[in-house]
């Protein structure tokens, strides 16, 4: 079983910068992909970016140049700097880990982007 434990989201202003990490514990082996996605009010989840244990990067497009995801493999724990905060980035961000045979979910921590 794993788990995982966000933290480091609130509210910010247009303009301003957060920095999301996530650590995993568990039974956690072998190669693996993190990553984030995220949730808006009345919107699906969706993709923010996934990191490979060999640091291979995918971005959404409208986070592209502004979030940058790194991880830590000997801590498991991954981390989502975000610069050039919009409105439309306030959601709950969801940590995830996917181990081939099974994935996991974070509980979620809430980015507001407001003045």
């Known amino acids: 079983q794993v788990q995982l434990v966000a933290s480091g989201g609130g509210l910010v202003e247009p303009g301003g910068s957060l920095r999301l990490s996530c650590a995993a514990s568990g039974s956690i082996f072998g190669l693996h992909i993190m990553g984030w996605y995220r949730q808006a009010p009345g919107k699906q989840r969706e993709l923010v970016a996934l990191i490979s244990a060999g640091g291979g990067t995918n971005y959404a497009d409208s986070v592209k140049g502004r979030f940058t995801i790194s991880r830590d493999n000997g801590k498991n724990t991954v981390y989502l700097q975000m610069n050039s905060l919009k409105a439309e980035d306030t959601a709950v961000y969801f940590c995830?880990?996917?181990?081939?045979?099974?994935?996991?979910w974070g509980q979620g921590t809430l980015v507001t982007v407001s003045s």
């Open positions: 995830y880990i996917n181990l081939g045979a099974t994935s996991a």
